[in-house]
């Protein structure tokens, strides 16, 4: 069957702009995490969201950072007013229940100018 | 709160080498341990996880790791490594209630040298 998708793969936008970020994840996946991978800092925890549940939104480095998880399947991270230090791969992961393997798409690449 | 570390940010190996990539964590409740690898140009997918059970764990491709709860480690290892192992690899910790992160490393690259 078909993996988790994102959208898009590349984005560059310039500071200040607002940008947004998709995710598709596996068709009854209950489970749906949001990373940050830097050149050399491994991945950063964002946020995660299980079924109906309050998300776990700890990671989220500012203000700036939101997600939301539209009935219990596509998710959306919205970084409003990027910076530089914004610049990285996000990815997206899902699985069937937390401690179950985590299935990663290919992420976003984002480029703040 | 969980903490892992990784102290080897490249590995070269000549292949059919053995290889350790260690990892080591902090937490003060029980954990769960993962390896993730992500090959050149390719997404992140499991290599193996431990849950409970067994201290040693194994992937169908050779590498195994064992859950050293005395020294908080989840070395990952095997005897005899292919060029196709390089890539890189990430450790990951979580728990089994309370928090839902996942705590990665920052990651070992291993690279096989012919």
């Known amino acids: 069957g078909a993996g988790v998708s994102q959208s898009p793969s590349n984005k560059v936008t310039e500071k200040g702009k607002d940008v947004e970020l998709r995710c598709d994840p596996i068709s009854g996946h209950t489970a749906l995490y949001w990373y940050r991978q830097s050149l050399g800092q491994g991945l950063e925890f964002l946020i995660y969201?299980?079924?109906?549940?309050?998300?776990?939104k700890s990671g989220l480095p500012s203000d700036r950072f939101s997600a939301e998880r539209t009935g219990g399947s596509v998710s959306t991270l919205t970084i409003q007013r990027t910076q530089q230090e914004d610049s990285a791969v996000y990815l997206c992961?899902?699985?069937?229940?937390?401690?179950?393997?985590?299935?990663f798409g290919p992420g976003t690449r984002l480029t703040v100018l | 709160a969980q903490s892992v570390t990784q102290l080897d940010s490249q590995v070269p190996v000549f292949e059919e080498a053995p290889v350790e990539l260690r990892c080591n964590y902090s937490s003060s409740v029980s954990v769960y341990l993962f390896w993730y690898v992500q090959y050149p140009n390719q997404g992140l997918q499991l290599l193996l996880k431990y849950l409970s059970g067994s201290t040693l764990v194994e992937s169908i491709n050779g590498f195994e790791a064992e859950f050293n709860k005395s020294q908080t480690s989840f070395h990952l290892r095997k005897p005899s490594v292919h060029i196709s192992d390089t890539a890189e690899y990430f450790c990951a910790v979580t728990t089994p209630s309370g928090t839902y992160k996942y705590i990665f490393g920052t990651g070992t690259r291993l690279k096989v040298l012919a």
């Open positions: 992961a899902s699985s069937l229940k937390r401690e179950d393997t985590q299935y």
């Open positions: 969201f299980q079924g109906n549940s309050a998300p776990d």
